[in-house]
């Protein structure tokens, strides 16, 4: 599976998403409390996942969603379109 997170610690944090996004190797302690979704739910050979980055550090992965039908997800929305909208859960 191709990303677009470059993980480099001698760059600076960047979110150029769609394109690319560069992120530091690993989360910091500030990562538990502001990772928040970039950009919009995606399908790759059937598995649902979006980007989730760090509001503080850059830190950036991708969040994979459970295997579920989609009316069984919590957290998909369908809002009259064939690509789902993910809600942010606290």
């Known amino acids: 599976m191709a ?5 480099d610690s001698r ?3 960047l979110n150029a998403y ?3 996004i560069v992120s530091p190797f690993q989360p910091d302690s500030c990562c538990a409390d ?3 979704q970039v950009g919009k739910v995606e399908e790759e050979r059937g598995f649902l996942y979006y980007y989730r980055r760090c509001r503080v550090c850059g830190f950036t992965i991708r969040y994979f969603l459970p295997v579920l039908p989609p009316e069984q997800h ?3 929305q369908r809002q009259g ?3 789902p ?3 942010e859960v606290a």
């Open 11 to 13: 760059k600076e944090p």
């Open 34 to 36: 502001h990772m928040m």
């Open 85 to 87: 909208q993910v809600q």
């Open 74 to 76: 919590p957290q998909i």
């Open 3 to 7: 990303t677009i997170v470059e993980y």
């Open 18 to 20: 769609p394109e690319r």
């Open 81 to 83: 379109s064939a690509h």
